[in-house]
């Protein structure tokens, strides 16, 4: 399990053994299912399927003629010894100028997959003028025949069962508590500036000693005003 590419869910799991084509739309199905396939010797079914996907995701006209003539030599070439279907007395298909096959070889033969006269026919046809959909009957036929005949065997193998033993099996990941994760998502208010002291104000007298400091000046005190006394309140003024 831990040496799939992405870690698969226990549902996402539990739905390969409920549909096939779920099963081949998961990358981690899919590399699990090879797997399974390469222990019965079928692998070059999968691999088949998985190129077709790759030439119909192509776009450059030239790439998509070098993908196909390689598609075809690898998996569809009549000259497999390993060819079950009657050969077709179709001419070998024309294309453009491509890079050579690779020279035959024992390694090479168990690439071939395995197609009825009528597929193998419009194959034909179709790589007169190859484009990203060459092989769709091809890669239909195979399709179905891994899931009619490898799928079921895959659902049943220990593989399968073991994976999905393990998954069901490991905990998942404990959830934090809630004071915890509120404590985590509640960010902490950064501490306020201090406000600086104001500088204190010199005395009006001045610092002894200070440069510029005015000289203190003593202001005299009033003095208290003298009572008036009735008589010189009356007294007219005299000219």
């Given at each position: 399990?831990?040496?799939?590419?992405?870690?698969?869910?226990?549902?996402?799991?539990?739905?390969?053994?409920?549909?096939?084509?779920?099963?081949?739309?998961?990358?981690?199905?899919?590399?699990?299912?090879?797997?399974?396939?390469?222990?019965?010797?079928?692998?070059?079914?999968?691999?088949?399927?998985?190129?077709?996907?790759?030439?119909?995701?192509?776009?450059?006209?030239?790439?998509?003629?070098e993908k196909a003539r390689f598609i075809y030599e690898d998996y569809i070439s009549i000259l497999s010894?390993?060819?079950?279907?009657?050969?077709?007395?179709?001419?070998?298909?024309?294309?453009?100028?491509?890079?050579?096959?690779?020279?035959?070889?024992?390694?090479?033969?168990?690439?071939?997959?395995?197609?009825?006269?009528?597929?193998?026919?419009?194959?034909?046809?179709?790589?007169?003028?190859?484009?990203?959909?060459?092989?769709?009957?091809?890669?239909?036929?195979?399709?179905?025949?891994?899931?009619?005949?490898?799928?079921?065997?895959?659902?049943?193998?220990?593989?399968?069962?073991?994976?999905?033993?393990?998954?069901?099996?490991?905990?998942?990941?404990?959830?934090?508590?809630?004071?915890?994760?509120?404590?985590?998502?509640?960010?902490?208010?950064?501490?306020?500036?201090?406000?600086?002291?104001?500088?204190?104000?010199?005395?009006?007298?001045?610092?002894?000693?200070?440069?510029?400091?005015?000289?203190?000046?003593?202001?005299?005190?009033?003095?208290?005003?003298?009572?008036?006394?009735?008589?010189?309140?009356?007294?007219?003024?005299?000219?």
């Amino acid at each position: 399990l831990s040496a799939l590419c992405c870690r698969p869910t226990l549902e996402e799991i539990q739905s390969w053994g409920q549909s096939f084509d779920r099963l081949m739309r998961s990358a981690a199905g899919r590399k699990v299912f090879r797997d399974f396939l390469r222990g019965e010797y079928s692998e070059e079914n999968i691999m088949f399927w998985l190129a077709c996907e790759e030439l119909k995701r192509e776009t450059d006209p030239d790439a998509v003629e070098e993908k196909a003539r390689f598609i075809y030599e690898d998996y569809i070439s009549i000259l497999s010894p390993k060819e079950v279907s009657p050969a077709s007395s179709s001419p070998a298909p024309r294309c453009a100028p491509a890079p050579p096959a690779p020279p035959a070889s024992s390694d090479r033969v168990l690439l071939q997959v395995s197609l009825d006269s009528r597929v193998r026919e419009i194959v034909n046809r179709n790589m007169v003028e190859p484009t990203p959909h060459t092989f769709d009957e091809a890669q239909l036929q195979i399709y179905t025949l891994m899931h009619r005949d490898s799928y079921p065997r895959f659902v049943n193998s220990p593989l399968y069962k073991t994976l999905a033993r393990l998954s069901s099996a490991e905990p998942p990941p404990s959830a934090p508590s809630a004071a915890t994760a509120h404590a985590n998502s509640t960010p902490t208010a950064p501490n306020a500036p201090t406000a600086p002291t104001a500088p204190t104000a010199p005395s009006a007298a001045g610092a002894p000693g200070a440069p510029g400091a005015a000289p203190a000046v003593s202001t005299p005190a009033a003095s208290p005003a003298q009572p008036v006394s009735p008589a010189q309140a009356q007294a007219p003024s005299v000219q």
